[in-house]
């Protein structure tokens, strides 16, 4: 059974979301993202996927009240997102009440204090944030390039501990246009073992039934979901209870 995951970017303690990691294509679908939270719950949802748009800019942690808030106000199982670039950090949203805190940038950028945090809190709480363009990582809320190929650096990190990785190919995200199931495909490929987490182009149902036909861990549904191609009451026979 796939994990499904909801998820709410925020800009400015707003819920929104943009186009290819465009923060020039951004669409605002709620000024209260805790309204958003409390919709997912209610709905039986029990993850969510936060992502602190305005950290991966600032690279720092800058909307941490907006979790404080949705993780005090509901059961949600938060993982965390854009800006963790220091200590202070990841303090601060370990503090705020998220369970897993998401690192792509620092993994790329300051890799050997990545590794002391999967040291320090486990691969449990630690997530990969692999994002992927032409399957080559990009960083810093996509708007940096590398040469680092996605599988070898996926697979470094695996051998240090990761258990978790969430990949998003940056050309599907925001386009509704389906997943990148042979990324997915690949990964899994080279690391059997590591919970993969979608993310990026679902559309639809069946995007999503294919992704658990993969044995894919999770899928990270946005956009879909606030357009109304995905309603949550169809999500609810994916959730466990």
């Given at each position: 059974?796939?994990?499904?995951?909801?998820?709410?970017?925020?800009?400015d303690?707003?819920?929104?979301?943009?186009?290819q990691?465009d923060?020039?294509k951004?669409?605002?679908?709620?000024e209260?993202?805790?309204?958003?939270?409390?919709e997912?719950?209610?709905?039986?949802?029990?993850?969510?996927?936060?992502?602190?748009?305005?950290?991966?800019?600032?690279?720092?942690?800058?909307?941490?009240?907006?979790?404080?808030?949705?993780?005090?106000?509901?059961?949600?199982?938060?993982?965390?997102g854009?800006?963790?670039?220091?200590?202070?950090d990841?303090?601060?949203?370990?503090?705020?009440?998220?369970?897993?805190?998401?690192g792509?940038?620092?993994?790329?950028?300051?890799?050997a204090?990545f590794?002391?945090?999967l040291?320090?809190?486990?691969?449990?709480?630690?997530?990969?944030?692999?994002?992927?363009?032409?399957?080559k990582?990009?960083?810093?809320?996509?708007?940096?390039?590398?040469?680092?190929?996605?599988?070898?650096?996926i697979?470094k990190?695996?051998?240090?501990?990761?258990r978790?990785?969430?990949?998003?190919?940056?050309?599907?995200?925001?386009?509704?246009?389906?997943?990148?199931?042979?990324?997915?495909k690949?990964?899994?490929d080279?690391?059997?073992?590591?919970?993969?987490?979608?993310?990026?182009?679902?559309?639809?149902?069946?995007?999503v039934?294919?992704?658990?036909?993969?044995?894919?861990?999770?899928?990270?549904?946005?956009?879909?979901i606030?357009?109304?191609?995905?309603?949550?009451?169809?999500?609810?026979?994916?959730?466990?209870?």
């Amino acid at each position: 059974m796939i994990e499904i995951i909801p998820a709410i970017d925020m800009i400015d303690g707003k819920c929104v979301r943009l186009t290819q990691g465009d923060y020039g294509k951004k669409t605002i679908y709620n000024e209260n993202p805790l309204e958003v939270a409390l919709e997912f719950e209610d709905a039986g949802l029990k993850r969510l996927h936060l992502v602190d748009l305005d950290g991966a800019k600032a690279k720092k942690v800058v909307n941490w009240k907006v979790l404080d808030k949705i993780a005090s106000r509901t059961s949600l199982m938060i993982d965390f997102g854009g800006g963790v670039q220091s200590d202070d950090d990841i303090r601060i949203v370990f503090e705020s009440g998220a369970k897993q805190v998401t690192g792509g940038s620092i993994a790329v950028k300051n890799p050997a204090l990545f590794e002391r945090w999967l040291a320090e809190y486990g691969g449990d709480k630690i997530i990969l944030g692999a994002d992927a363009k032409n399957e080559k990582v990009a960083v810093s809320g996509w708007e940096e390039g590398t040469q680092l190929w996605v599988y070898d650096f996926i697979e470094k990190y695996v051998e240090k501990g990761i258990r978790y990785t969430i990949s998003t190919d940056v050309a599907k995200d925001g386009l509704l246009q389906g997943p990148s199931f042979d990324l997915y495909k690949n990964i899994q490929d080279k690391c059997p073992d590591l919970k993969i987490i979608a993310s990026g182009g679902v559309s639809r149902m069946e995007d999503v039934e294919l992704l658990a036909e993969m044995n894919i861990y999770g899928v990270i549904i946005g956009k879909a979901i606030y357009e109304n191609r995905i309603k949550l009451a169809d999500l609810q026979r994916f959730i466990v209870s």
